[in-house]
């Protein structure tokens, strides 16, 4: 057996052991792996819904995400707008940021504007860029008020703040580190 082989044999196997703790992070991983047939996984849309649905009842937002896009696209699945739209605002309550922009899109179309800003405020607020230029345009465009936008900014600008801050880059490098030294050791 091949050392890649045997690496993909110790991958599925810890995914396994994941899944069988009821992690929805290793349901929703599993799924991606069948979505796009990576790590000699075969490509199978179908099980890859099972995973992302498992996962998502499991508390993962992600694969809510990953299912709703799923149904969205038609891959596996009948195109189903409702189901997709169902999907998301369940990983949007949990704080899946894509779908909460995705929802705000959905309500642009529609001619819910003021719904729309305010998914695209919450997104915004907890750091997503692409909400943020969203939420700037309905500023210009007076759907957003200056008060909604500029506290929208600060708060997006003190996570952006955060995410780059000095001790999570220190936190990136040890934890890039301790994988170093495992496989080195592994």
Same mark, same amino acid.
């Given at each position: 057996?091949?050392?890649?082989?045997?690496?993909?044999?110790?991958?599925?196997? %810890?995914? &396994?052991?994941?899944?069988?703790?009821?992690?929805?992070?290793?349901?929703?991983?599993?799924?991606?792996?069948?979505?796009?047939?990576?790590?000699?996984?075969?490509?199978?849309?179908?099980?890859?819904?099972?995973?992302?649905?498992? %996962?998502?009842?499991?508390?993962?937002?992600?694969?809510?995400?990953?299912?709703?896009?799923?149904?969205?696209?038609?891959?596996?699945?009948?195109?189903?707008?409702?189901?997709?739209?169902?999907?998301?605002?369940?990983?949007?309550?949990?704080?899946?940021?894509?779908? &909460?922009?995705?929802?705000?899109?959905?309500?642009?179309?529609?001619?819910?504007?003021? &719904?729309?800003?305010?998914?695209?405020?919450?997104?915004?607020?907890?750091?997503?860029?692409?909400?943020?230029?969203?939420?700037?345009?309905?500023?210009?465009?007076?759907?957003?008020?200056?008060?909604?936008?500029?506290?929208?900014?600060?708060?997006?600008?003190?996570? &952006?703040?955060?995410?780059?801050?000095?001790?999570?880059?220190?936190?990136?490098?040890?934890?890039?580190?301790?994988?170093?030294?495992?496989?080195?050791?592994?």
């Amino acid at each position: 057996m091949s050392s890649s082989s045997t690496e993909k044999g110790i991958i599925k196997k %810890g995914m &396994r052991k994941l899944m069988d703790a009821g992690n929805g992070e290793a349901f929703n991983s599993f799924g991606m792996a069948y979505a796009t047939g990576e790590n000699g996984t075969p490509q199978d849309w179908v099980k890859a819904n099972e995973l992302y649905l498992k %996962g998502g009842e499991l508390g993962c937002a992600d694969a809510y995400y990953n299912l709703a896009n799923s149904y969205d696209d038609g891959n596996g699945v009948q195109v189903d707008k409702k189901k997709a739209r169902h999907y998301w605002e369940l990983a949007a309550m949990s704080g899946q940021l894509d779908a &909460r922009h995705n929802l705000a899109c959905l309500e642009g179309q529609a001619g819910n504007h003021h &719904r729309a800003y305010k998914h695209f405020m919450v997104a915004a607020r907890a750091g997503d860029e692409g909400s943020m230029d969203a939420v700037k345009r309905g500023f210009m465009n007076g759907f957003v008020t200056k008060v909604e936008y500029a506290n929208a900014l600060r708060a997006y600008e003190k996570i &952006r703040d955060e995410m780059t801050s000095e001790s999570r880059e220190k936190a990136v490098a040890l934890f890039l580190g301790e994988n170093i030294n495992r496989e080195k050791s592994g």
